[in-house]
């Protein structure tokens, strides 16, 4: 092709484009008024090779829904002008929504529930925990849903020594071996808001000790600590009923926490003494729903509501922690629609996490020091319930108490970013290999 | 209104009613019954897909049980991951599909070698849970030079060293470019990552002229990510997206975080609202741009974010740490979460090895509950026995609801003894029962002809009840040996 018919060819279709322009401005023009006068529109698509970037298209196309209520006369031009649109190659504006915060419906609300005492309350806690009061899900960012109650952790106590992990004798070191110290050490050194003693030497197939050496330290510790105490027993059902009545009855206006009944419990032999202090209880109903109702229901006879906690058990990563996990989705939801069986907060057993083999057990290098593993599992763990709407935490090691409260922190902030652009730093920077 | 299912009836009536068979059912509505519980596929149906006459029939069932969050499709010649196609926003409500994909980064700054090495690293991963192989899935591109030649190269070498999908990350639309003039789908088909609100009509552009899937980004910005999604979507008419609205950590950015994903989701699967019922893509990963200090730390973070974004509906994560540690809860997890809430989990019935167990070991008898199982294994290891742990096919139910429902039963134990070739593995005839199935225990004796001892409730008491009673001399009292 010569030199010159090319320049003519150029100035030809320039010209086509401006006429182009003109009527696609005419089109939008019209589109946006509702009326349009169309004349002479024939349009050749062969003669219509623009050859255009998008950015240098200066013409809005509106978008299609507002053809859809349009007048066939408007439809017709629309018709055109997407013709149009498709040889000048597509021109989009962005056509901007709005997101509309969901509207979730939920008329039931989580008791709210005390654990310690303070001096004014008859007991001698410097500070006291309140948890629940939800009337949403747990993390649901409504604009102008504040949620009442933040969850709480406290640290873990056993009465005697047991086989733990290393990663947790690392942590406490000597002070394992005095339940006393223990609670010192967490509270002091690791930031423990509560503690759990573990009143497991009544176990009579471990030393049968009796209820008032339990008393003893359970006294040791609420003298030692100024922090909410929950009191936990062996698991023997028949002793523990024994043995919670007895501490109960020797700390009446501390505000302990009982950890925990169940239903194969004789409740009625336990209850009634609860009720006459100010004590309040963990109900534990492993993973099922309609034994959590039965259970509630049967302490509501002697223990009011506001002092009942439900623990739903959890399992570590790999070892049942779905089903905890759902069983408390589920109960929380029924929970919020305005089933009153279930209108309690949630205590977590997080120490369980350490029974996934994968959080104790030597492996393979590649899957690194079972000290980190071992943490990483409490932690993970227990931020998998904390989205199901956990409130209160028995933990066994520091680690986890300190990210759980950075994550607290985090998600108790206002959501906003300060620089949301540095969500895609990473898309671009070279990172350590490793 | 959440999703709801068409009713069998409007489903049985576009099947073919021929009643055949060829789905493995008795006949076309008991297809559609589990149809519409997504326990099968429309493909299942093989009339249905196969015979023209149907394909209106298959066109309007689709449409009736299409997911409000779309299924989106990554390729590579070998490998398929699908992310979204989600129902729900609770897994009770039915159960999540398509497993949280898990992307490991490279980028084109870092040399073949160790290019190389990573790929080949994040192919080889693998754990054994369960019977299961838990595995990655997919690995991210991403381009640090900015320059087109070289991320191409990386991606030519990442597609020829790897048989895993891509995810080509980049907002810089000829470096993308590059990559897919590289990958000639539809033979691989990559994710892109991401069109944003600077790049979007040129990344639009590029998607739709290879046919492939677009993640859209808009950190911060809601309002944004979801007039990127409209526009995209209806104005440019791309099918395949996904939305990823940033990932944030500390104060202010994890909220947000949180809050944004949760709200997303919540939006597509309760007001089944279009613009914001696309897979969510989460980047765990940023902490690393995010946060300094030790590298530990930086891991430990990027494991909670990976843990927290994929319970909070990711349907694909990009993460960069390559260590076990860091990796092994993610995968786990995943498993658990999209595990079929309404049914049971089971492991297969037989005769497992626990230690290094010889004929005089004691034989624990347990159910193929896979966490009932999972738990007394670990229990029996961390106690350091040796043992044979004889596991009973009671379709996958606990011990006590097991007992209770006549599935752990005398004839059951007898079964599973014969089968597996006990008698020639031990030469006493003592089993040990769980605690929870005392109730059991004289028909197990009737039946198998074996004594029968009843142990502990609670598998943690597996290594303390054996001290005490699989003792030389009691083993000398039970069985004469
Ligand atoms: S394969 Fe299809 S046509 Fe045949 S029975 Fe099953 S659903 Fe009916």
Redesign the interface.
């Known amino acids: 092709m010569s030199k010159v018919s090319k320049s003519v060819k150029d100035e030809l279709k320039a010209r086509q484009e401006a006429t182009v322009y003109s009527l696609l401005a005419k089109i939008t023009e019209a589109l946006e008024k509702g009326v349009i006068e169309l004349y002479n529109v024939e349009i050749e698509s062969d003669e219509l090779e623009v050859r255009l970037t998008?950015?240098q298209i200066p013409v809005v196309?509106t978008?299609?829904?507002v053809v859809t209520e349009a007048k066939p006369e408007v439809k017709a031009a629309y018709e055109v002008a997407k013709a149009v649109e498709v040889i000048a190659k597509?021109v989009?504006?962005?056509?901007?929504?709005?997101?509309e915060?969901?509207k979730?419906q939920f008329s039931g609300r989580v008791v709210e529930v005390r654990l310690g005492a303070s001096r004014k309350d008859g007991g001698s806690r410097d500070r006291v925990i309140v948890i629940g009061g939800h009337t949403m899900p747990a993390?649901?960012?409504l604009v102008g849903y504040k949620p009442p109650h933040p969850p709480a952790f406290g640290g873990d106590v056993f009465d005697m020594r047991i086989g733990l992990p290393r990663a947790v004798k690392l942590a406490f070191g000597d002070a394992l071996d005095n339940p006393v110290e223990w609670a010192r050490v967490w509270v002091e050194k690791y930031g423990a808001e509560a503690v759990d003693i573990h009143l497991i030497s009544t176990d009579p197939i471990i030393k049968d000790a009796s209820p008032e050496e339990a008393i003893k330290t359970v006294d040791a510790i609420l003298q030692a600590v100024k922090v909410p105490v929950i009191v936990g027993g062996s698991g023997n059902p028949e002793k523990d009923v024994k043995v919670f009545k007895k501490v109960v009855e020797a700390f009446p206006s501390e505000g302990l926490t009982i950890n925990s009944l169940n239903l194969d419990m004789k409740l009625e032999d336990v209850c009634p003494y609860i009720a006459k202090t100010n004590a309040t209880v963990i109900d534990f109903s492993p993973m099922d729903l309609d034994k959590a109702e039965q259970i509630n229901r049967k302490v509501y006879d002697w223990i009011p509501r506001e002092r009942i906690v439900l623990d739903l058990n959890i399992?570590g990563?790999?070892?049942?922690?779905?089903?905890g996990?759902?069983a408390m989705?589920?109960a929380r939801?029924s929970a919020l629609i305005g089933n009153e069986l279930l209108q309690h907060p949630f205590n977590v057993g997080a120490a369980n996490a350490w029974?996934?083999?994968?959080a104790?057990?030597t492996?393979?290098p590649?899957?690194?020091?079972k000290e980190?593993?071992g943490p990483?599992?409490e932690?993970?763990t227990s931020?998998?319930c904390l989205?199901a709407g956990a409130d209160y935490y028995m933990l066994v090691h520091p680690l986890t108490v300190k990210?759980m409260k950075a994550?607290r922190?985090?998600?108790?902030?206002?959501?906003?970013?300060?620089e949301?652009?540095?969500?895609?730093?990473?898309?671009?920077?070279?990172?350590?290999?490793? | 209104m959440p999703w709801k299912p068409p009713t069998p009836i409007e489903v049985y009536q576009l099947l073919p009613k021929t009643n055949c068979g060829r789905c493995g059912e008795a006949n076309c509505m008991a297809f559609a019954v589990r149809l519409i519980s997504l326990e099968v596929k429309l493909e299942d149906c093989p009339p249905l897909i196969e015979e023209e006459r149907y394909r209106g029939s298959y066109e309007k069932l689709r449409g009736l049980l299409s997911p409000p969050i779309k299924e989106v499709v990554l390729r590579s010649p070998k490998r398929i991951v699908k992310i979204g196609g989600k129902y729900v926003l609770f897994r009770h409500e039915l159960k999540y599909h398509n497993p949280t994909a898990i992307a490991v980064d490279v980028d084109d700054s870092m040399e073949t070698e160790v290019i190389i090495k990573r790929v080949k690293m994040i192919e080889g991963f693998e754990y054994e849970y369960v019977g299961q192989k838990l595995k990655l899935d997919a690995i991210a591109v991403r381009s640090v030079t900015n320059d087109p030649k070289k991320f191409a190269k990386t991606v030519y070498t990442v597609a020829e060293n790897s048989t895993l999908p891509l995810i080509l990350c980049s907002t810089n639309p000829t470096v993308v470019e590059a990559a897919l003039d590289v990958l000639n789908p539809p033979h691989h088909r990559p994710l892109i990552y991401a069109a944003t609100k600077d790049n979007w009509r040129e990344m639009a552009e590029i998607a739709k002229r290879f046919d492939v899937p677009l993640t859209i980004t808009a950190p911060g910005d809601l309002d944004m990510l979801v007039s990127l999604a409209k526009t995209l979507s209806e104005d440019m008419e791309l099918k395949e997206l996904a939305l990823d609205p940033g990932c944030l950590v500390g104060v202010g950015g994890l909220s947000y975080t949180i809050r944004a994903y949760s709200w997303l989701r919540y939006k597509a699967a309760y007001d089944l609202w279009r613009y914001a019922g696309y897979p969510l893509v989460g980047t765990p990963i940023s902490v690393w741009a995010q946060m300094g200090g030790d590298l530990r730390d930086v891991m430990w973070w990027e494991a909670i974010l990976a843990v927290m974004l994929m319970t909070r509906y990711a349907d694909l994560i990009i993460v960069h740490s390559l260590d076990g540690w860091v990796l092994l809860p993610q995968v786990m997890w995943r498993f658990q979460l999209y595990t079929d809430p309404r049914k049971p989990v089971s492991v297969p019935p037989g005769l497992r090895e626990i230690g290094k167990p010889d004929e005089m070991s004691p034989v624990l008898v347990t159910t193929n509950y896979a966490l009932t199982y999972s738990l007394v294994l670990s229990d029996a290891e961390k106690a350091k026995v040796n043992a044979w742990l004889l596991v009973i096919d009671t379709e996958g139910l606990a011990v006590d609801v097991s007992v209770a429902g006549r599935k752990f039963t005398g004839d059951k134990v007898a079964e599973t003894i014969k089968s597996t070739g006990l008698e020639k593995r031990v030469s006493h005839r003592v089993l040990i029962i769980p605690g929870k199935a005392a109730r059991v225990s004289g028909e197990v004796e009737d039946m198998t002809k074996w004594r029968v001892l009843v142990g502990p409730t609670d598998s943690s008491e597996i290594g303390k009840w054996l001290e005490k009673n699989w003792t030389p001399e009691k083993i000398k009292e039970l069985t004469g040996l």
């Open positions: 998008p950015q196309v978008p299609p829904q597509k989009v504006e962005l056509v901007r929504i709005a997101f915060e969901p979730p993390y649901y960012y399992g990563i790999g070892y049942g922690t779905e089903y996990f759902t989705e589920r939801l029974g996934a083999r994968e104790w057990i492996m393979d590649y899957w690194g020091p980190v593993r990483l599992w932690t993970l931020l998998i989205l990210t994550v922190e985090y998600l108790f902030s206002e959501p906003k970013p300060r949301p652009e540095k969500a895609l730093d990473w898309l671009s920077k070279s990172l350590p290999v490793i």
